[in-house]
């Protein structure tokens, strides 16, 4: 079983940053690709950020040039660093990866909890 735990969440002003963190732990043999999600009350979850193994990213129109997606792959690690923030980035952030447990297992997508992050105006 693997376990995904966000964390970094808060309460911040528009114009500030945060950085979330996503930390994979359990049956790990390879994470793939790593993304955030976020859902706003009311609004369907919506994909904010991707990086696959290899480090590409992709970022909806939404946050691109205002959030970083990274990883740590020693550590199991995803972040999302998000600078500029605004009112309308408020939501649940959640991690989701795509593990492979074992050598010949297949991939699992897994999902964390999610951590909440207010912006005020």
């Known amino acids: 079983q693997v376990q995904l735990v966000e964390s970094g969440g808060g309460l911040v002003q528009a114009g500030g940053s945060l950085r979330l963190s996503c930390a994979a732990s359990?049956?790990?043999?390879?994470?793939?690709?790593v993304d955030w999600y976020r859902q706003a009350p009311g609004e369907q979850r919506e994909r904010v950020a991707t990086?696959?193994?290899?480090?590409?990213?992709n970022y909806a129109d939404s946050v691109k040039g205002r959030f970083t997606i990274s990883r740590d792959n020693a550590k199991n690690t995803a972040y999302l660093q998000m600078s500029s923030l605004e009112p309308e980035d408020t939501a649940v952030y959640y991690c989701?990866?795509?593990?492979?447990?074992?050598?010949?297992?297949?991939?699992?997508?897994?999902w964390g909890e999610g951590t909440q992050v207010t912006v005020s105006s």
């Open positions: 989701r990866a795509e593990v492979q447990e074992r050598r010949w297992a297949i991939i699992r997508a897994y």
């Open positions: 359990g049956s790990i043999f390879r994470i793939n690709a």
């Open positions: 990086i696959t193994s290899g480090g590409t990213t």
